[in-house]
């Protein structure tokens, strides 16, 4: 038995993946969360990974306990499901809470009956199957190419759900980079299992890396994304609840009003007030322009001549007075600046920071602390 520098890295990123998931699931943080799901994913990879590498090296047939939770148990089958459940629960979707759901085990369960069914046979002799070596040959092989479609079929299902979410909708970008890589991932694993077995055992190391590299990725990026999107899930549904329940004022539009300006321009408003459009991170002149049912170069006219700024100012002014009414409330004090930050329209922290800074004189922790303390004058920046 010999490793080389890949053997190394691929080994430690399973470990390292296997633990990352168990820390996750045993932080109570996590309990109730989505991101249980996704931990409960990497450590299935990380079992596959491992079990792989030592079925590589043999160990399968010196201990049974790696030949039977390695090789006998039909972890593939059940690898994409916690990943799909992932998606249903991040972006609330109503079959999030489906019974059904548990339907999505049973191609596991089945399989996971058929070889304990084999191994009664193989391993402990309590009775004999006939052909039993064919018949095993064929529930191998259907059980491999089974896992391979089944987790592309939800993976198809999957991108279905995330390409529904509104643009706005926190954690968006985030979810469909998990989904492009595991795709990815899998087509890899495709593509290998149409190659011989004999002469080509070296580009196993092009998926595996794949997945060290996600499992690397996950664990740098993973806690801190995971808690930055359920704060802002939070934050919207909170802000979503008090939009609804708002009485809409259906005066703020005078009928009396003189110009077509002040008209566009209290719509506007109206629009800022009521939809909290400037909370779309990808918000621009022709989408309100279009809302207005007006040419962007005029709504640049009306914003210049009503408010003295450009577009892109006057939404950003929106979006500064958003956060200063968060960071003033109680009810926010839980989440991450950058949470509201972002929530509040943001695309990124460093945007975050310099515009606050630009139009109130000071940071976004240096203004939350003068919510609670007028005498503080400190300037750090958001922390993550």
């Not at 596991?108 to 084999?118: C, D, M, P, S, T």
């Not at 329209?345 to 945007?351: I, L, P, T, V």
Request: hydrophobic share 45%.
């Amino acid at each position: 038995m010999t490793f080389n520098l890949w053997d190394i890295l691929i080994l430690v990123s399973l470990a390292q993946g296997l633990i990352f998931g168990l820390v996750v699931l045993g932080t109570p943080f996590f309990k109730n969360t989505p991101s249980k799901y996704l931990a409960f994913a990497v450590i299935l990879i990380a079992v596959i990974g491992l079990n792989e590498w030592l079925s590589g090296w043999n160990f399968d047939d010196q201990y049974y306990l790696i030949d039977f939770f390695g090789d006998d148990t039909p972890w593939m089958l059940l690898y994409y499901v916690p990943i799909f459940i992932y998606f249903l629960k991040a972006t609330h979707h109503p079959w999030s809470k489906s019974r059904n759901l548990l339907l999505l085990s049973l191609p596991f369960l089945v399989f996971l009956g058929l070889n304990i069914y084999i191994n009664l046979d193989v391993d402990f002799g309590i009775y004999s199957i006939p052909n039993v070596k064919h018949f095993m040959s064929v529930v191998y092989e259907v059980e491999y190419w089974l896992a391979i479609l089944y987790s592309l079929c939800l993976s198809a299902w999957g991108f279905i759900i995330l390409k529904r979410l509104k643009p706005e909708q926190a954690g968006k970008k985030w979810l469909f980079r998990i989904w492009g890589v595991l795709l990815m991932l899998i087509l890899c694993w495709l593509c290998l299992s149409f190659l011989p077995d004999q002469g080509y055992e070296h580009l196993d190391y092009l998926l595996w890396g794949g997945v060290s590299f996600f499992i690397y990725w996950l664990t740098y990026q993973g806690l801190y994304r995971f808690k930055l999107a359920e704060d802002q899930a939070a934050i919207h549904k909170i802000l979503g609840a008090r939009i609804a329940s708002k009485e809409i004022d259906e005066e703020v539009v005078d009928e009396k009003v003189s110009t077509r300006e002040q008209t566009y321009m209290a719509k506007l408003e109206q629009l800022i007030a009521d939809q909290q459009i400037h909370r779309n991170p990808d918000l621009s002149r022709d989408i309100v322009a279009e809302h207005l049912s007006i040419s962007p170069g005029y709504l640049s006219q009306i914003i210049n001549t009503a408010a003295g700024v450009n577009f892109t100012t006057y939404i950003n002014k929106q979006r500064v007075e958003s956060v200063k009414q968060m960071l003033l409330d109680s009810q926010f004090e839980q989440y991450s600046l950058l949470a509201i930050g972002m929530e509040a329209g943001f695309k990124s922290k460093s945007a975050f920071n310099n515009t606050f800074k630009k139009m109130t004189g000071m940071t976004p922790s240096t203004f939350q602390k003068g919510a609670h303390s007028s005498n503080s004058d400190n300037s750090a920046p958001v922390e993550d």
